[in-house]
């Protein structure tokens, strides 16, 4: 089946510094990824839509200056954490659809999650 | 995007049949009905998507009514490994269209 990683599981890093996630399709590619956020105990918020080659859309309230997203090729997607603080923290998970025809429907495929801890 | 609703928690005996109901009043006629499984500290994963009737797969059944404005997904003699919050998801699944979780319900499974 399609596999989605993410890179790295988990990150700790300073408040003020910046954090890079990477999400790959290993065996298709994806011309849709999506970034989704969740908090302990919560459900999966999505915060944007990337397509290869486009600019990424935020969804409402999530500042695209402070969570950079780069869809560079049909199996990368990554997520930059801009001067990152505390309340950053959170479980991120990637998603990726892949390529079809006109009319056929595609599952989307999620990674494993990155769970970022800001000190 | 039509809404879901499901039970927020539920709790099983091993060996018993769960079912899980969602209902989606507003489904379109273009929605899939999908149903994903999320252990903690991990993505979701998918079980079973259906449009109509019933479909079954090794793991799972889900159960659509005629006029599709709920699911119910029907895990067979459940053990403590399905202990996990389950999502109800109704969608296209074409184009920049998302999935869009709700809530999701939390199976636990006791001994």
């Known amino acids: 089946g399609a596999v989605v990683s993410q890179h790295p599981s988990w990150v700790i890093c300073k408040s003020g510094t910046s954090v890079k996630i990477e999400c790959r399709s290993l065996?298709?590619?994806?011309?849709?990824m999506f970034w989704y956020r969740q908090f302990p105990k919560q459900s999966l918020m999505l915060m944007a839509t990337s397509n290869e080659g486009s600019k990424a859309t935020y969804e409402q309230g999530v500042e695209k200056d402070k969570f950079l997203i780069n869809h560079a090729s049909l199996t990368l997607s990554t997520l930059t954490v801009t001067s990152a603080h505390p309340e950053d923290s959170s479980f991120y998970i990637c998603s990726a659809r892949a390529r079809g025809l006109a009319g056929v429907t595609y599952e989307q495929y999620f990674g494993p999650g990155t769970r970022l801890t800001v000190t | 995007l039509a809404k879901t609703t499901q039970p927020i928690s539920m709790d099983s005996y091993e060996g018993q049949e769960v079912n899980i109901t969602c209902s989606h009043n507003?489904?379109?006629?273009?929605?899939?009905i999908t149903w994903y499984q999320q252990f903690p500290s991990q993505g979701p994963r998918f079980i079973i998507q259906g449009y109509k009737t019933k479909v079954t797969n090794e793991v799972a059944s889900l159960f659509i009514p005629a006029d599709r404005k709920s699911s119910t997904l029907s895990l067979p003699r459940v053990s403590l490994s399905d202990t996990a919050v389950y999502y109800c998801?109704?969608?296209?699944?074409?184009?920049?269209?998302?999935?869009?979780f709700g809530k999701g319900t939390r199976l636990s499974v006791i001994a």
């Open positions: 998801l109704v969608g296209a699944y074409s184009g920049n269209t998302p999935l869009v």
């Open positions: 507003n489904i379109a006629t273009n929605d899939y």
């Open positions: 065996d298709f590619q994806a011309t849709t």
